[in-house]
């Protein structure tokens, strides 16, 4: 992958910038109106897949911006890498504007960060990737690696939930749902991820033609 134009260059900074600014701003924030402990609270916030896949492409702008040389600029710029951290984040996009929007109404700066998060980053990764990332070499065997930050974020909140009784999202909350209607929901956002890797995969391949 090619970094080095000046457009790339615009979408790399710019990118960066908006991905620190709005998790360093929502750390804040959860930080000065948290309802637990500092260390609590700070588990929380990275308990959220919001917040795990906006730290990753963050990582990945800023990586490609400051070292893009590197063995972990290598890895980021593979397309693979890349079409996959553009999964996450459209389905952090589809998930939240879909259901989780209108489940609660933030105000003030707190909506603010939500719409950086939730809907400018998604939309600016993915444009990045539209522009900028080869899509040539794409594999349909791909996908099943993409599959597992989800699958690992997901046991990981199910087994410190049932410690901490702490769900970060509605859908996966035992306390309210049990581990039937929980084990239904996350069949289903397997089968959402499983479809859009697929997706972008074909659509790679149909760029290619």
Request: net charge positive; charged share 10%; hydrophobic share 55%.
């Amino acid at each position: 992958m090619d970094t080095s134009s000046k457009s790339a260059q615009f979408f790399i900074v710019t990118g960066a910038f908006l991905g620190w600014f709005s998790v360093v701003l929502q750390f804040y924030l959860i930080i000065i109106n948290r309802e637990a402990s500092v260390p609590e609270t700070i588990i929380r916030y990275f308990s959220f897949f919001t917040i795990l896949t906006n730290l990753l492409i963050t990582v990945c702008f800023t990586v490609l911006l400051c070292n893009p040389l590197s063995s972990w600029g290598r890895f980021f710029s593979l397309p693979s890498t890349l079409t996959s951290l553009a999964v996450y984040i459209v389905i952090v996009g589809l998930v939240y504007n879909g259901i989780l929007r209108f489940l609660w109404s933030p105000q003030g700066v707190q909506q603010f960060v939500d719409e950086l998060l939730h809907f400018v980053n998604p939309l600016w990764f993915l444009l990045f990737w539209i522009f900028f990332v080869p899509k040539s070499r794409l594999k349909w065997k791909n996908v099943f690696f993409w599959l597992l930050y989800p699958l690992f974020y997901i046991i990981f909140i199910l087994v410190r939930g049932s410690v901490s009784g702490f769900y970060p999202y509605p859908f996966v909350n035992v306390n309210n749902l049990g581990y039937p209607g929980v084990f239904v929901n996350c069949l289903v956002l397997f089968l959402g991820f499983l479809l859009i890797s697929l997706l972008f995969v074909w659509i790679g391949k149909r760029w290619r033609k």
